[in-house]
């Protein structure tokens, strides 16, 4: 298959235990991702169900040819049948990216759909180089 990267989630789905879903403290460094749909991808259901993903340092990242390098989503949805008009309640804060470098199959090498019940806080984007290697513009970031 395409390869997801280093995925967290996802978070907040039916399957939560005690209603709440915790990730605390991930470091990823010295990584290549090639040809892979995602790269750094956070990922949390729009759903009632609460928790945190926090204190997530990804650093010294190469990225070949990847879909999506860097990815917060926060309204995952796989189907139709979500409950879409429910945002996420998983907090997400305090998560750090440094010296991510390479190319991005897409125009948006970098995406932060955050939440807006529980915006994402203290994300930290630092020495980022990303290039579009497609032909229709520019790279660029949402």
């Known amino acids: ?5 280093i995925s967290v989630g996802s978070m907040g789905g039916n399957t939560v235990i005690e209603n709440k879903d915790i990730v605390v403290g ?14 750094l991808r956070i990922k949390t259901w729009a759903s009632r169900y609460e928790g945190l993903a926090s204190g997530f340092t990804y650093e010294d990242i190469i990225m070949n040819d990847v879909e999506h390098p860097i ?4 309204q995952y949805c796989p189907s ?20 991510i470098r390479g190319t991005s199959k897409s125009k948006a090498a970098v995406t932060l759909n955050c939440s807006s019940i529980v915006p994402c806080n203290n994300i930290v984007l630092k ?12 790279a660029s970031s949402i």
């Open 1 to 5: 298959g395409p390869g997801h990267g």
């Open 127 to 138: 020495d980022i180089r990303l290039v579009y290697t497609g032909n229709e513009g520019p």
């Open 26 to 39: 991930l470091t990823v460094t010295n990584s290549t991702f090639t040809n892979t749909s995602n790269g």
């Open 71 to 74: 990815i917060i989503d926060q």
């Open 80 to 99: 139709s049948s979500c409950e879409s008009k429910t945002a996420s309640r998983i907090q997400i804060k305090d998560i750090t990216y440094s010296n």
